[in-house]
């Protein structure tokens, strides 16, 4: 069954969980450790995204206090980004900033 893969993407690593195969939990997959090349990086996150099967994928967006998008927002959307262009399923940025 399709599953949902949430990502924290961080300047050293990129967190990964997914749901169960049912989709009612979620738990942690893998730590991808970041590389100076964000093509690698997003090569990376594609590959386990397929081995995972997800039909969606979460990125967490780390809002300041204030809600605006501080310097870390800006490096999470930019990764986003470029991820969204290269994938066929949905990519959804989410606030974790209450999390």
């Known amino acids: 069954m399709p599953r949902i893969v949430a990502l924290d993407v961080g300047d050293a690593?990129?967190?990964?969980?997914?749901?169960?195969?049912?989709?009612?939990?979620?738990?942690?997959?893998?730590?991808?450790?970041?590389?100076?090349?964000?093509?690698?990086?997003?090569?990376?996150?594609?590959?386990?995204?397929?081995?995972?099967?997800?039909?969606?994928v979460v990125v967490g967006l780390p809002l300041l206090a204030s809600g605006e998008e501080g310097p870390q927002a800006a490096k999470v959307r930019e990764f986003f980004d470029r991820l969204a262009r290269r994938l066929h399923i949905p990519v959804e940025l989410f606030d974790e900033s209450l999390s």
Request: no cysteine; charged share 25%; net charge neutral.
């Open 13 to 56: 690593t990129v967190g990964v969980a997914a749901t169960d195969e049912a989709g009612i939990t979620v738990h942690p997959v893998k730590t991808i450790r970041r590389t100076a090349s964000v093509k690698a990086d997003l090569r990376a996150v594609e590959e386990l995204l397929q081995e995972l099967n997800a039909s969606k």
